[in-house]
């Protein structure tokens, strides 16, 4: 399992910022030696899922495209999802978003953001903890109490103990109460607000509106809160009628 994780965790590296990486680079955030690091690369090479593209440095290989396409194909709620942040961005005035779970991640599958000059650094496809921020920990709470410990279990390096009991005492209210709020929790100064999106019960997403604490008192948040949960609320009914 460790050895799986660890490939993983290669393939998550990539990004549009970091489309090619080096063996270094790979070994210093996945904490392996370079052996270990050229061996996994050597399994993705034989699973035609990177490429060398230089002299010790890897990217993805085009067939990573068929995964995408087949994500898109399993979560067919795209053309639903875009309306929805466009919504919910334009009735707040802040970046709306739609977050799912990818193993023991979360990551952003849609975003709207806003005209104003201080905006969320932040892009589709970026990789967050499970445990921090709004729509993460919506969707923590959806996998329940047993699931959200052993994946405590599981983080390297462990968050402080302090840290791990307050959000497990957090995640039965949110389940219960469908909403979550955070602040400061993934970036410093940062509000959200999040919302699950079910499909026959299941969560399946999270809708999450964030902005800037200074721009959002308590009448605001109060207003926000009320649009997520109405936008999360729409979305789960249109997507269980698309499944039926």
Same mark, same amino acid.
């Given at each position: &399992?460790?050895?799986?994780?660890?490939?993983?965790?290669?393939?998550?590296?990539? =990004?549009?910022?970091?489309?090619?990486?080096?063996?270094?680079?790979?070994?210093?955030?996945?904490?392996? =030696?370079?052996?270990?690091?050229?061996?996994?690369?050597?399994? /993705?090479?034989? &699973?035609?899922?990177?490429?060398?593209?230089?002299?010790?440095?890897?990217? /993805?290989?085009?067939?990573?495209?068929?995964?995408?396409?087949?994500?898109?194909?399993?979560?067919?709620?795209?053309?639903?999802?875009?309306?929805?942040?466009?919504?919910?961005?334009?009735?707040?005035?802040?970046?709306? /978003?739609?977050?799912?779970?990818?193993?023991?991640?979360?990551?952003?599958?849609? &975003?709207?953001?806003?005209?104003?000059?201080?905006?969320?650094?932040?892009?589709?496809?970026?990789?967050?903890?499970?445990?921090?921020?709004?729509?993460?920990?919506?969707?923590? !709470?959806?996998?329940?109490?047993?699931?959200?410990?052993?994946?405590?279990?599981?983080?390297?390096? =462990?968050?402080? /103990?302090?840290?791990?009991?307050?959000?497990?005492?957090?995640?039965?209210?949110?389940?219960?109460?469908?909403?979550?709020?955070? !602040?400061?929790?993934?970036?410093?100064?940062?509000?959200?607000? !999040?919302?699950?999106?079910?499909?026959?019960?299941?969560?399946?997403?999270?809708?999450?509106?964030?902005?800037?604490?200074?721009?959002?008192?308590? =009448?605001?948040?109060?207003?926000?809160?009320?649009?997520?949960?109405?936008?999360?609320?729409?979305?789960?009914?249109?997507?269980?009628?698309?499944?039926?």
């Amino acid at each position: &399992m460790d050895s799986a994780r660890r490939v993983l965790k290669i393939l998550l590296l990539f =990004s549009e910022e970091r489309p090619v990486l080096s063996v270094e680079e790979i070994a210093r955030e996945v904490d392996i =030696s370079a052996p270990s690091t050229y061996r996994f690369l050597a399994l /993705l090479r034989e &699973m035609d899922l990177v490429e060398e593209s230089g002299t010790g440095t890897y990217a /993805l290989s085009p067939r990573v495209f068929l995964l995408t396409r087949a994500a898109e194909q399993a979560f067919q709620a795209s053309k639903a999802l875009r309306p929805l942040v466009d919504r919910l961005s334009k009735a707040t005035g802040e970046a709306a /978003l739609v977050i799912r779970r990818v193993g023991d991640y979360a990551t952003c599958v849609e &975003m709207s953001q806003t005209e104003h000059a201080i905006r969320l650094s932040f892009v589709p496809g970026q990789i967050m903890s499970l445990h921090r921020g709004a729509g993460p920990k919506v969707l923590l !709470a959806a996998m329940g109490e047993n699931w959200a410990a052993r994946y405590f279990d599981r983080l390297e390096p =462990s968050p402080p /103990l302090a840290e791990r009991d307050t959000v497990l005492a957090e995640l039965p209210a949110i389940d219960s109460q469908g909403w979550a709020k955070s !602040a400061a929790e993934v970036d410093e100064g940062v509000w959200a607000v !999040a919302a699950p999106i079910t499909i026959a019960g299941r969560v399946v997403a999270a809708v999450t509106v964030a902005g800037p604490e200074f721009r959002i008192d308590e =009448s605001r948040a109060e207003q926000i809160l009320r649009e997520v949960v109405s936008g999360a609320e729409e979305i789960s009914r249109t997507l269980s009628t698309w499944r039926q």
